[in-house]
């Protein structure tokens, strides 16, 4: 896969590209991640990409010269391109799962009071990682970035994505390790026991138990997935 992430900070993604799983999947060459500035596509002497509003309000808007431009250097047939806004739908899992499939994602992070409106002609999706602000799509970018490639075959060990969260609208089942007792509180006995469909099972009704509780909004969509009653 081929990831090209379009930002105006590339420098913020140093120490995210060179850590953890990221790079041992960089490393692997699974992936190919390129972190372009776009303000070097600015025609302007002083590279600014910005301006003020028409109609007046508050916070400078990025202008579309310069990362329309950037947009049509970096795409080609096969690419997807995304832009990372609070108001585009909110990132799922799912969505990650479409997108591990994907040959080339362009990946625009935005600043300021955003983008130029127009900017919706040029890109395929808007994405939110939720429902809150922050200084810039930086971050929901490199969320995008992390959940993708973990996915792509052989990043990781296909037995950890097994059963995840969010997988089948759950969250995940309660994990274990030693001590077998701290503090009072024991490793439930049936982990011990040996008995893996005793064990499956036990696992399933926490995941059920635990979605029900604290994920109320995706519990309705197993519910109705499954057709159970959800009374």
Not at 34 to 50: A, E, G, L, W
Request: aromatic share 10%.
């Amino acid at each position: 896969m081929h990831i090209t992430v379009l930002t105006l900070f590339p420098k913020l993604f140093d120490n995210f590209l060179n850590q953890s799983i990221v790079k041992k999947i960089i490393e692997k060459k699974i992936v190919k991640i390129d972190i372009v500035n776009f303000r070097k596509y600015s025609k302007q002497k002083t590279k600014r990409v910005d301006d003020y509003q028409f109609g007046g309000g508050p916070g400078m808007v990025i202008a579309l010269p310069s990362i329309v431009t950037a947009i049509k250097k970096y795409r080609v047939e096969n690419s997807k391109v995304i832009l990372l806004s609070p108001q585009g739908k909110t990132y799922t899992q799912a969505k990650a799962k479409a997108y591990a499939e994907q040959k080339h994602l362009i990946l625009i992070a935005g600043h300021y009071e955003g983008f130029d409106e127009r900017i919706l002609n040029y890109v395929d999706e808007v994405v939110s990682v939720g429902d809150y602000i922050l200084t810039g799509g930086e971050i929901p970018t490199m969320t995008v970035i992390e959940t993708v490639v973990r996915l792509l075959d052989n990043a990781i060990n296909k037995k950890s994505l097994h059963s995840e969260t969010f997988d089948d609208n759950l969250l995940d089942y309660p994990v274990y390790t030693k001590p077998l007792e701290f503090e009072g509180y024991q490793v439930p006995k049936i982990l011990l026991s040996g008995n893996h469909q005793l064990i499956e099972k036990y696992r399933k009704e926490k995941q059920i138990e635990k979605t029900k509780k604290h994920r109320k909004d995706i519990y309705k969509k197993y519910l109705k997935e499954h057709k159970y009653d959800k009374n």
